[in-house]
């Protein structure tokens, strides 16, 4: 059984797409996942301060001691991540941004490169596969190119093993985001 986490990122201001969220968590488990959702607005969780104890004083693990040590937790133990959130300028909306500068400590201090790009060395030997879901206010191609191409260079930063990113609107129905879930899934491997 996939062990997925949702790292729902969708802000106090944005509560009403909460149903997206329900809609991703819905589609894990009609493909058999085990999901655990994070909605992290509801968490305590401070800005990383950019001094590298992750790496040098505690390797793997943040100096502050807050949720964002159990949810990054989570993270590497699971099989997929997945980021759900507004597009922000093609972007992760702050919460979501938050966790993931926080999660730097899951990656090594060391360098390596890929593709002819310098790049952190992986710190773990597997990490899960990533699906980006980001929620447009309304159909913006330029935003959803943006959104996707950040989630491969997350995906290629982290490791992932495998990436897909899908652009879901407000104004589509619930079927359709489902089918849109559902294919970025199956582009993972992961099928009922």
């Avoid at 997925?4 to 493909?31: C, F, K, P, S, T």
């Avoid at 952190?120 to 596969?129: G, I, S, T």
Wanted: include cysteine; proline fraction near 3%.
């Amino acid at each position: 059984m996939v062990k997925a986490i949702v790292l729902n990122g969708i802000g106090q201001a944005h509560r009403n797409l909460d149903y997206v969220g329900e809609i991703a968590v819905d589609e894990l488990h009609r493909l058999g996942c085990s999901v655990k959702s994070t909605v992290l607005r509801d968490l305590a969780i401070a800005p990383c301060m950019g001094c590298f104890g992750c790496w040098v004083q505690t390797p793997g693990v943040c100096l502050i001691d807050d949720a964002a040590r159990e949810v990054t937790r989570k993270m590497i133990q699971s099989d997929l991540v997945v980021y759900l959130t507004p597009i922000t300028f093609g972007g992760y909306s702050s919460d979501l941004k938050k966790v993931l500068d926080r999660s730097i400590g899951l990656i090594s201090p060391f360098f390596t490169k890929i593709n002819g790009e310098v790049h952190h060395r992986k710190r773990y030997a597997q990490a899960p596969k990533l699906l980006g879901v980001g929620i447009a206010h309304e159909p913006d191609e330029e935003s959803a190119r943006i959104f996707k191409a950040l989630v491969v260079r997350n995906a290629i930063n982290i490791h992932n093993e495998a990436h897909a990113a899908c652009v879901v609107s407000e104004d589509q129905s619930a079927t359709e985001m489902h089918e849109l879930m559902r294919a970025a899934l199956h582009e993972l491997g992961i099928m009922s």
